[in-house]
């Protein structure tokens, strides 16, 4: 096959086009949030039921049980920790934190805890809590003695510094506090709003676990979508609501998350933008539009409060504090400046409330847009089906299919009409090899991890997205994150467990079509539509190189000759190849099974190129 590629691009990359979509989907909480405590604030539990106690457990007789404070430590965080020592303990009795199927601990790492303490009722006790880390089975790691007093009945922040001096030989490991158990015999205290930060991303306060943070970085992802996602509300109460999340953390009362457990909201939305700041990203920020997941819409007459919310999220991003008071709550927690936003998305997956929303997108489009003119707002039904007025200038598009469905609708975008309508891959993955059981379980072809064959389908999407990226001006493969242990979702981009990240072939190849973006579009000889072997060109203005992508989706090798129209074509260019068997994976038992490899190859006006089977493959030459 001869590639013949064109000596003028047609039209510019968007700075946008490849980027992330993150949820709460076992990602957040345990993930991407560097909080190592489980249930740390008792948030959303029912008192005196087994299941408030989550992740916490008694040692050596200590009795505990989530209790409705008379008292409690805020408005937003009405349970606490009731412990009592029971009359004749003897040795150090007390508690523990399990924290998200154990916690990583290293040395020399300084472990920052807090907590706040009061006795319910006075009493002459004094004496000191030993609070520290320790392993499962009850050696200790580190710890810190703390001194307190029965006469302290309202509330105290404790804070703690821990800094292990050897390392554990597992995640396999807790938070403890204990106390001796014969001074403190029949004392009862109440404890309230804990937190443990390992060392975090960019030692932010409050911060990303920074193994994944780092292998997110490593993308140079250009957009985050966040907060949902299915994740923006199972039902109206319990949406996602950008106030709920802001602030210190007595202010945030957390909610049940769409998949089925607590969202505590640590990672709130000023942790999402600065997040956004910190990789480059910019965001695409949703907004609860009357839809709840459950299958309650809003009527028409009642949407102004949420629409209200929506201005208000907003304008906590980019308003300012001299006249909107959510953006003065952004100054007030340090951030007068605005944040950059251009996307603001009416929802999620409205094409399960298509009936509803030709009234909820105009309700909130008509007022978003005159409230902020220079916005783009993001439609997030069924692409033009209903008909939706205003017409949408952006829409949300998501597919989850079959490796081989990927490499079949490479063109997917060639037909969609150009007049001024540019769309949004949001979400997308190639998730099961059978094609009638898309959703299914392992057994039934779902895959748990990406494999070559499914990343190089995805890659010949992508490579259809950047010829397309005229009219698609962002796409990010989803779900981002998943814990191994404890999935709502397979497969996810990254894997990880407590104490471990594992990259994809999907992640690689995400990785390789981000960092080797270019700036302009080349056309060159179209692959065919119904074939196997799929390429792309583009052209980085800057350092003068051209970028071929080429995605090979079977077994077989593809030789192609590609004739580049330049006056100057160096002689030898770099290649980055992502090549495996078409069920490799990278998985906690096999995490290195594919890795891209960087070689030279002979390049020229001229030149041929063998794609290995099943193989993702970006040649930069330097060309003029
Ligand atoms: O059940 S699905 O609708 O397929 O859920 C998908 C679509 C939804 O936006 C996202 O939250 C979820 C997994 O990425």
Excluded at 25 to 45: C, H, K, P, T
Excluded at 170 to 180: A, G, L, Y
Excluded at 195 to 217: C, Y
Aim: with cysteine; charged share 10%.
């Amino acid at each position: 096959q001869t590639v013949s590629v064109s000596a003028t691009a047609s039209h510019p990359i968007p700075t946008t086009l490849w980027g992330q979509m993150f949820e709460d989907i076992s990602s957040g909480d345990g993930g991407l949030y560097a909080e190592l405590l489980q249930n740390r604030a008792f948030q959303q539990v029912t008192p005196n039921t087994a299941a408030a106690l989550n992740a916490w457990s008694a040692i050596n007789g200590g009795q505990i049980s989530v209790v409705a404070d008379s008292v409690p430590v805020s408005n937003s965080l009405p349970n606490s920790l009731r412990f009592n020592v029971p009359t004749g303990s003897t040795g150090q009795v007390g508690f523990a934190n399990s924290g998200f199927f154990g916690m990583k601990v290293v040395a020399s790492s300084t472990y920052k805890g807090s907590f706040f303490v009061k006795f319910p009722t006075a009493s002459s006790f004094r004496g000191n809590l030993i609070v520290g880390l320790r392993t499962t089975s009850g050696s200790t790691i580190v710890s810190q003695s703390v001194p307190i007093r029965g006469s302290t009945t309202s509330w105290q922040q404790i804070n703690v510094s821990l800094t292990p001096r050897t390392t554990p030989p597992s995640t396999d490991n807790q938070f403890f506090v204990t106390i001796d158990g014969a001074a403190a015999s029949g004392q009862t205290i109440n404890f309230a709003m804990f937190s443990l930060f390992p060392p975090t991303f960019k030692n932010r306060a409050n911060g990303m676990r920074d193994d994944v943070a780092t292998a997110l970085a490593e993308m140079q992802p250009k957009f985050f979508r966040f907060p949902g996602g299915n994740n923006l509300g199972q039902t109206v109460p319990t949406r996602w609501q950008w106030n709920a999340t802001i602030g210190s953390f007595l202010d945030r009362p957390g909610r049940a998350g769409d998949w089925g457990y607590i969202n505590t909201d640590g990672l709130g939305l000023l942790e999402y933008l600065l997040f956004c700041e910190d990789l480059g990203m910019e965001p695409i920020m949703a907004v609860w539009a009357g839809f709840a997941l459950g299958g309650t819409s809003v009527a028409q007459t009642g949407l102004e409060p949420y629409i209200q919310q929506a201005i208000d999220q907003i304008n906590f991003v980019i308003g300012d504090p001299a006249t909107s008071a959510p953006a003065a709550r952004r100054a007030a927690l340090g951030r007068a400046q605005p944040f950059k936003l251009t996307y603001v998305e009416i929802g999620n997956e409205d094409f399960f409330a298509s009936d509803t929303y030709t009234y909820r997108w105009p309700a909130f489009v008509d007022a978003l847009r005159s409230a902020f003119p220079n916005l783009k707002f993001i439609a997030t039904s069924n692409i033009n089906s209903p008909v939706l007025s205003p017409n949408p200038a952006q829409w949300d598009h998501h597919v989850y299919q079959t490796p081989t469905w990927f490499a079949q609708n490479s063109f997917f975008y060639d037909d969609m009409p150009r007049n001024g309508v540019t769309f949004f891959e949001g979400e997308y993955a190639a998730i099961s090899t059978n094609p009638n059981d898309i959703f299914g379980s392992p057994a039934n072809g779902r895959l748990t991890f990406s494999t070559m064959q499914s990343a190089s389908g995805e890659a010949a999407y992508m490579i259809g997205m950047e010829r397309n990226s005229d009219i698609v001006f962002a796409a990010s493969y989803a779900p981002l994150l998943g814990h191994v242990a404890g999935s709502q979702w397979t497969p996810n981009l990254i894997a990880f467990d407590t104490g471990n990240v594992y990259r994809s072939a999907s992640y690689f190849v995400q990785k390789l079509f981000s960092t080797n973006m270019g700036n302009e579009y080349i056309p060159s000889t179209l692959p065919s539509r119904t074939g196997t072997v799929f390429w792309g060109v583009t052209r980085n203005t800057a350092t003068g190189e051209i970028i071929i992508k080429v995605s090979n989706t079977v077994a077989t090798q593809a030789n192609l000759t590609f004739v580049l129209p330049f006056a100057n074509v160096a002689t030898s260019g770099s290649l980055q190849v992502l090549t495996g068997a078409a069920t490799a994976s990278n998985s906690p038992t096999t995490p290195s099974a594919l890795a891209p490899a960087t070689t030279t190859i002979t390049t020229g006006k001229t030149f041929t190129f063998a794609a290995a089977g099943f193989s993702v493959n970006v040649i930069t030459i330097k060309a003029s």
